[in-house]
Nanobody, 124 residues
Framework: QPQLVESGGGLVQPGGSLRLTCAAS????????IGWFRQAPGKEREGVSC????????HYADSVKGRFTISRDNAKNTVYLQMTSLKPEDTAVYYC?????????????????WGQGTQVTVSS
């Protein structure tokens, strides 16, 4: 059974950094597009970053460009999201997802597998 488990969330002050981890089991992450999404209270889930297996490209939402970096360790079957210069508006539950469109579409129903999420709170 494919499974994704996120970790690394927490409380951080504005300007701080966190690294989120998404560990996969039951399938090989390197074979699928991998995305990070987030959902703030009262808002829709939105795409943050994505690895496309089609051309190996990475994608970022405009709101996180230059601050967040997605990376992967295929040997560990794990994907990371390094977040720097965090802002209060980055506060959300962060989810990783796998087996989505090669285009890295942010259309949530198009992604097959989801983790349970990890809370990130940016506050002083």
């Amino acid at each position: 059974q494919p499974q994704l488990v996120e970790s690394g969330g927490g409380l951080v002050q504005p300007g701080g950094s966190l690294r989120l981890t998404c560990a996969a089991s039951g399938f090989t992450l390197a074979h699928y597009p991998i995305g990070w999404f987030r959902q703030a209270p009262g808002k829709e889930r939105e795409g943050v970053s994505c690895f496309s297996t089609g051309d190996g490209s990475t994608h970022y939402a405009d709101s996180v460009k230059g601050r967040f970096t997605i990376s992967r360790d295929n040997a560990k079957n794990t994907v990371y999201l390094q977040m720097t210069s965090l802002k209060p508006e980055d506060t959300a539950v962060y989810y990783c997802a796998a087996d989505g469109p090669l285009s890295c579409s942010n259309y949530v129903p198009a992604w097959a597998y989801w983790g349970q999420g990890t809370q990130v709170t940016v506050s002083s």
